[in-house]
Each structure stands twice: as C-alpha cells, then as structure tokens.
T-cell receptor, first 111, second 116 residues
C-alpha cells in the first residue's frame, strides 16, 4: 500500500543554517506530494505541494522537488530562521481522498 | 472565508464518559476527513465523509468510535466509553469537490482530548 517514510528528528539547527528533511514514498499510482507544517498548539498548514514528476513546490523559502526516479520529495531551505521551528510532515495522496502522512520531523532553530 | 473550525479545542473526560468532537468545514467544502495524532506520532487517517455518507472508514476503530456528517450542521466524531488510550489530538480536514482545486486538504486546529 501507499506509505511515506520521513527522516526522524528532532533536528536542531542554528539560525541561517541549511535545512534538508528527507522524505521517500511508496505508491501504486501517481500521487500528489505535500509538505505540511505544524506550529506548536496548532493544526497542520500546507507548506508546499507538487502534483507530478519533476514539479518543484516552493513557499516561504522552502522548496521540494518531486523525484519519481528516486521516489523522493526532500524538503530544503537555504537559511532557516527561529520562526521556522515547527514539526514538518511529508504526505502523499493517490486518490485525493486519503492522505498518508510521515511521522513528522521536529525542527528547532536556535538564535 | 473562515477556515476549518473545530470545537472544543480542549476536552477532558473521565474513563467511561462520551466525547463529542465537532468540525465545521470550510465554506464550499463537501468532504470531511478525521485524523488522530497520538503523542510523538504522525497523523493517522480515521474516516472520510461526504454529506450524509461515510465514504471510507478504514481507519476507524471497530468499537466505540462513530462519525457523521449530516445534511445540516457540523461533522461529529463520537467516542463512547472513552479510555486513557483515546487521549490524543483529533484533527479534522476538509476539501472541495474533486477536480475543483485539486486534492489539497485544509486542516482545523484540532481538539485535544485528555482522558483521566
């Protein structure tokens, strides 16, 4: 069945460091891929998405490229800020009905 | 356009009581999804509903849990005879009819259930 494997955390970085959170997936069809972010005490917010191979999603300095050949959708940011501290979830959807989420990666950015 | 609304935000119940969680989808959205997030874990799909219909309940525990999305009013996730293991954050998400804006789901702020 469909599934998402996400890099485990927690991740602690200094401000302005580079971020990469790995995400690989298994899917029977042609899924859409998503990164959601969850700030403390809040629900999930869509950060970016890609709907087909080689698409690059980007938002707020974050980006991720849909790589069909490696079944990956790694999240990257060149220079993180303290305000980026949150939990990041990789997710896929093949049918549009059910989403499969990774276990989440907690990021803490220290000044 | 208000986002997905959930209430209550926090709910405390004693073992054996009932918990009712409410979700109002975004305006124009006819699809509702419920997820459970256990401490230190990711989100697990529970159920997918459209108005008056349960489409997919493959993630729902077989006993004590039920969900509905009536023609009028919010979607309700009901947990009967709660146990400590039900303590979790329950998130509702909604989406428009398929093909309108793709398959993005919009999440509510969640209800944090604590069972004493």
């Amino acid at each position: 069945g469909d599934s998402v494997t996400q890099m485990e955390g927690p991740v602690t970085l200094s401000e302005e460091a580079c971020l990469t959170i790995n995400c690989t997936y298994t899917a029977t069809g042609y899924p859409s891929l998503f990164w959601y972010v969850q700030y403390p005490g809040e629900g999930l917010q869509l950060l970016l998405k890609a709907t087909k191979a080689d698409d690059k999603g980007s938002n707020k300095g974050f980006e991720a490229t849909y790589r069909k050949e490696t079944t990956s959708f790694h999240l990257e940011k060149g220079s993180v800020q303290v305000s980026d501290s949150a939990v990041y979830f990789c997710a896929l959807s093949s049918t549009g009905n059910q989403f499969y989420f990774g276990t989440g990666t907690s990021l803490t950015v220290i000044p | 356009n208000a986002g997905v609304m959930q209430n209550p935000r926090h709910l405390v119940r004693r073992r054996g009581q009932e918990a009712r969680l409410r979700c109002s989808p975004m305006k124009g959205h006819s699809h509702v999804y419920w997820y459970r997030q256990l401490p230190e874990e990711g989100l697990k799909f529970m159920v997918y509903l459209q108005k008056e219909n349960i489409i997919d309940e493959s993630g729902m525990p077989k006993e004590r849990f039920s969900a509905e999305f009536p023609k009028e009013g919010p979607s309700i996730l009901r947990i009967q005879q709660v146990v400590r293991g039900d303590s979790a954050a329950y998130f509702c998400a909604s989406s428009p009819p398929m093909g309108a804006w793709g398959n993005e789901q919009f999440f509510g702020p969640g209800t944090r259930l604590t069972v004493l």
